[in-house]
């Protein structure tokens, strides 16, 4: 039944849903944005593995917060699609990724610490499989735009519960008092807990300043902070990622019915850069993502995307 409704129809509800439940908070001041990913932002012939994805998302401050510890809750929505690097055929031997889809709902709670310690959690709810309406919107998007037919969705990961707890830490670990415009060096870990995603990260975040002084972190919208400062600078964020487990290249833990499963390479380095503008109320960004291979015993190799994304404060 759930492949039949209309998908314009499902966004259209989890759009209302996430606005209105940022609204029931009672808060006078909330953040509301997009966030796209796509491979085409850094390159028109790369096209492959992780290739696109979309995030609605808003924030607010919480009621909880003080002087000590500022508290921002947000809720969110994302979809993202995973495809071989051939996309041409439906043979599956042709495809040296799994094709799969991922339809999350998120809450969010990041706590800035007056120390210039952050906290982040994520409780995330959702489905991998034919239940995300990857296979839809993207044949949708590719008829739409005039991108060419997509063969092979037929033998995506098959349908799975997704529950997942993920938390990061970022703490500063080298201070400079010489130069305003560079950053102090941040230590930056996370950890992905549940039945999608199992995954240690870790690895350092630097920002350096294109006009004005750096803030400190607890004062940046590198997190959204509400802190209001006027910002303009690159960051860098290269880290090591120790994969545990990841169902849109394995399937599900709990069956085995997905028609193309790989095992996955544990041991990966992934490079996080770009540039943050934002002045007053507007918020923008862009990023650039890269990662080494994902996928064992496979043609697959590693790949990269890019983010732009637009926010904007609502008074």
């Known amino acids: 039944m759930l492949g039949k409704l209309n998908i314009n129809k499902i966004h259209s509800l989890l759009f209302l849903l996430l606005v209105s439940n940022v609204f029931s908070q009672g808060n006078k001041t909330f953040r509301f944005g997009i966030s796209i990913d796509n491979d085409s932002f850094t390159s028109v012939v790369n096209d492959k593995y992780y290739t696109a994805g979309t995030t609605i998302f808003a924030n607010y401050v919480s009621k909880n917060s003080h002087e000590n510890r500022k508290i921002i809750k947000g809720f969110s929505l994302f979809q993202k699609f995973f495809n071989p690097a051939w996309v041409k055929s439906e043979n599956i031997e042709y495809h040296n990724r799994p094709y799969a889809g991922l339809l999350v709902g998120e809450h969010e709670v990041t706590r800035f610490y007056k120390s210039d310690f952050v906290w982040k959690t994520q409780y995330q709810i959702g489905f991998v499989g034919p239940n995300s309406f990857a296979e839809e919107f993207q044949e949708w998007m590719h008829t739409t735009f005039n991108f060419g037919k997509v063969y092979g969705w037929k033998n995506q990961i098959q349908n799975a519960f997704v529950i997942q707890y993920n938390t990061t830490l970022v703490k500063p670990f080298l201070r400079s008092s010489k130069n305003e415009k560079y950053d102090f060096f941040y230590w930056k870990s996370?950890?992905?807990?549940?039945?999608?995603?199992?995954?240690?990260?870790?690895?350092?975040?630097?920002?350096?300043?294109?006009?004005?002084?750096?803030?400190?972190?607890?004062?940046?919208?590198?997190?959204?902070?509400?802190?209001?400062?006027?910002?303009?600078?690159?960051f860098f964020n290269p880290e090591i990622n120790l994969q545990i487990y990841d169902a849109t290249i394995q399937g599900s833990m709990f069956s085995n019915n997905s028609p193309l499963t790989y095992d996955i390479i544990p041991v990966r380095f992934r490079m996080n850069a770009g540039i943050?503008?934002?002045?007053?109320?507007?918020?923008?960004?862009?990023?650039?993502?890269?990662?080494?291979?994902?996928?064992?015993?496979?043609?697959?190799?590693g790949y990269y995307y890019g983010t732009l994304s637009l926010a904007y404060d609502f008074k």
């Open 276 to 301: 943050n503008y934002d002045y007053e109320s507007l918020h923008l960004k862009y990023g650039f993502h890269y990662t080494t291979n994902e996928v064992s015993k496979s043609t697959a190799t």
């Open 190 to 234: 996370s950890i992905e807990a549940g039945t999608a995603f199992n995954s240690i990260n870790s690895g350092f975040l630097l920002r350096v300043s294109l006009k004005n002084k750096i803030q400190n972190l607890n004062e940046s919208n590198f997190f959204p902070s509400f802190s209001g400062k006027k910002e303009f600078y690159l």
